[in-house]
């Protein structure tokens, strides 16, 4: 059942599912929540896995609080989440901002993350194409969610999408060299049409050293709901095995077969 728990001194809507196993995580993206994608993701991880999510500061059930929107304060949150309420190593998915929470905490805490998966993840803001349509337009629909859900008053919500645009055209900063500090295992998924440029998806897969790339064909920055299945099925086979591939005609990867 979720309930709110005190994170790193604030009020954070918490969830927890059944004890399968080892402890993964599940980071919702920015401006959403986690009942917006947990049914997406659950039929590939609830039978193996011991799953706990959480709505980040100043998102879904949980308040906002001062710079919520900054990457590394919903880092430290996620942080203060896995020592706190977690309590031992996890997997970590992250779909959009939460794949940058998660590499984040990979590189501050290592200890904390057994691996990663990253759904339609940046790790720069020009590793962004631009949205035309994406100018704090709130439909009915949403503010009436966000009236239902958010403890935060309603006339905040378009106050945080204005904020967050502005954070993100500077936000998250990081190089190829934080991310080669990346120990565990990584893999890096997005949509062939995805808002995160094929280039830069790329980048942070090359940049990665333990890093596998998967590209979901015929789907854009919401793959995870355009093609549930195919996406689940990646998913499970890279949680099932995350020794280092060895390849028949390696390129990038450094041991090759031997037969």
């Not at 994406?134 to 859900?149: M, P, V």
């Not at 403890?151 to 936000?171: F, H, N, R, V, W």
């Not at 049409?193 to 998806?201: F, G, L, M, S």
Request: aromatic fraction near 8%; proline fraction near 6%.
């Amino acid at each position: 059942m979720p309930e709110y728990l005190e994170v790193a001194g604030h009020k954070v809507f918490s969830y927890e599912w059944d004890n399968n196993g080892e402890a993964l995580v599940l980071l919702h993206g920015g401006l959403s929540q986690t009942s917006h994608w947990d049914s997406y993701i659950l039929p590939a991880v609830e039978e193996d896995f011991h799953v706990f999510a959480y709505d980040r500061a100043g998102h879904g059930f949980t308040g906002q609080r001062e710079k919520s929107f900054h990457y590394q304060f919903q880092t430290d949150e996620a942080i203060a989440y896995l020592d706190q309420v977690v309590k031992e190593p996890a997997h970590l998915i992250g779909y959009s901002d939460g794949g940058i929470v998660a590499l984040m905490v990979a590189m501050q805490r290592p200890e904390l993350v057994r691996s990663i998966i990253t759904l339609g993840a940046n790790f720069h803001p020009s590793g962004l194409t631009p949205i035309a349509d994406f100018d704090g337009f709130i439909s009915e629909e949403n503010q009436e969610e966000y009236n239902k859900t958010s403890p935060d008053a309603p006339e905040t919500l378009g106050l945080k999408i204005k904020k967050m645009i502005e954070i993100q055209k500077s936000e998250p900063d990081l190089t190829a060299a934080d991310l080669a500090s990346i120990q565990c295992p990584v893999m890096v998924m997005a949509g062939d049409d995805d808002v995160v440029k094929h280039a830069h998806t790329a980048d942070l897969y090359e940049s990665i050293p333990l890093g596998q790339l998967a590209i979901v064909p015929g789907t854009s920055h919401k793959f995870i709901k355009e093609k549930p299945a195919l996406a689940q099925l990646l998913i499970r086979e890279f949680l099932e095995d995350l020794s280092y591939p060895i390849t028949r005609m390696p390129v990038r990867r450094t041991n090759p077969r031997t037969e």
